[in-house]
């Protein structure tokens, strides 16, 4: 399964909000995750089943979606949200795929 | 608290073997699936190899399917990645991560990972 996520890169300024999009090449139901990626750092689970969040995670992190589209809402971005941004599918398997990423960066 | 912890990178010539490792405290390694995943420089992620709770099941990437071995060792709570014949196209970052599932191989995400070992296959 390809995972496609639009916009490559999101330029939002501190305060607003910002719209992440993931896109199956088929169906994965509600069996998508999201992370967090930060410069030099390991990936960060925020959301599993498309919209739980991960322990810890604040509430202004958001998903929803499921079948081919999803959706991944930070409400409020602070500085330290500005990182990479990768959805994964984990329904059908093996492999376990990921898409390309979303760049959050200061606008 | 969970942790995971990899080492064995460094630079290796093209087609000499590596052995990573991730040693694994604060929760029931044996009791979990692991994966590796890896990050080519400046590049996105790629799932690599997948290994159940007592190693007797294991899937992997077709880009490595037949060069690359993923075992663990539950007494030493530690999971291995044997990388034979590396090319170029090898060089990354290699994590490990817990799979959100505990025992036998299914779907599922990756909480949570390690730090990264970089291996830069070179000549």
Known sequence: ?????????????????????????????????????????????????????????????????????????????QSEDFAVYYCQQYNNWPPWTFGQGTRVEIK | QVQLVESGGGVVQPGRSLRLSCAASGFTFSSYAMHWVRQA????????????YDGSDKYYADSVKGRFAISRDNSKNTLYLQMNIPTTKDTAVYYCARDMNQWLVRGGWFDPWGQGTLVTVSS
Do not use: H
């Open chain 2, 41 to 52: 420089p400046g590049k996105g992620l790629e799932w690599v190899a997948v290994i159940s």
């Open chain 1, 1 to 77: 399964i390809v995972m496609t996520q639009s916009p490559a890169t999101l330029s939002v300024s501190p305060g607003e909000r910002a719209t992440l999009s993931c896109r199956a090449s088929q169906s994965v139901r509600s069996n998508l995750a999201w992370y967090q990626q930060k410069p030099g750092q390991a990936p960060r689970l925020l959301i599993y089943d498309a919209s739980t969040r991960a322990t810890g995670i604040p509430a202004r992190f958001s998903g929803s979606g499921s079948g081919t589209e999803f959706t991944l809402t930070i409400s409020s971005l």
